[in-house]
T-cell receptor
Framework: DTAVSQTPKYLVTQMGNDKSIKCEQNLGHDTMYWYKQDSKKFLKIMFS???????INETVPNRFSPKSPDKAHLNLHINSLELGDSAVYFC????????????FGSGTRLTVV | DAKTTQPNSMESNEEEPVHLPCNHSTISGTDYIHWYRQLPSQGPEYVIHGLTSNVNNRMASLAIAEDRKSSTLILHRATLRDAAVYYCILRDRFSNTDKLIFGTGTRLQVFP
């Protein structure tokens, strides 16, 4: 019974396409996040939602649009994919507050060709 | 956000204790010290966190210096499954925009 699940696990697509990655958590957490890990393995936060409300939006191109239909789901839609978008994308969730740990999904490896 | 400094890599033999150091000389009084690890081809995994006192859980122990400018993650008996990148992260207890900021971490190799 996976706590934070992402789909798909792998995604290969051509430049210019639009794609979505879905994330769901069954932990009852109120905050969800998207992180990007590039080819040099550097993990960087992209977005954070608390109870469906956007609270962190790092410097991310407008082509990336997160959507949270409810507090258990946070999807990431990417328009006009570019080669540089190739990376592993991780979804995570936590209770709001610095005393709590994050639970991460297993990642979605996106390859743009 | 306050920064942490960790060695790029460390090595250990299986079943030996491992002490992973982290320096955070600019830590503020409201910063928690968090540790995460990332096993190969997996997402990061929470390990442990603390504020001032040493902490123990089933995965590891966290020893925090009295002045809080450094901390050490202790794996009591390393196994091959502990080979991962370990990240030491500071989180401001009172920040309105809570987020984990990952550095480059310490790559731990464990030899049989």
């Amino acid at each position: 019974d996976t706590a934070v699940s992402q789909t798909p696990k792998y995604l290969v697509t051509q430049m210019g396409n639009d794609k979505s990655i879905k994330c769901e958590q069954n932990l009852g957490h109120d905050t969800m996040y998207w992180y990007k890990q590039d080819s040099k393995k550097f993990l960087k936060i992209m977005f954070s939602y608390n109870n469906k409300e956007l609270i962190i939006n790092e410097t991310v191109p407008n082509r990336f649009s997160p959507k949270s239909p409810d507090k258990a789901h946070l999807n990431l839609h990417i328009n006009s994919l570019e080669l540089g978008d190739s990376a592993v994308y991780f979804c995570a969730s936590s209770r709001l507050g610095q005393g709590y740990g994050y639970t991460f999904g297993s990642g979605t490896r996106l390859t743009v060709v | 956000d306050a920064k942490t400094t960790q060695p790029n890599s460390m090595e250990s033999n299986e079943e030996e204790p491992v002490h992973l150091p982290c320096n955070h000389s600019t830590i503020s009084g409201t910063d928690y010290i968090h540790w995460y690890r990332q096993l190969p081809s997996q997402g990061p995994e929470y390990v442990i966190h603390g504020l001032t006192s040493n902490v123990n859980n089933r995965m590891a122990s966290l020893a925090i210096a009295e002045d809080r400018k450094s901390s050490t993650l202790i794996l009591h008996r390393a196994t091959l499954r502990d080979a991962a990148v370990y990240y030491c992260i500071l989180r401001d207890r009172f920040s309105n925009t809570d987020k984990l900021i990952f550095g480059t971490g310490t790559r731990l190799q464990v030899f049989p």
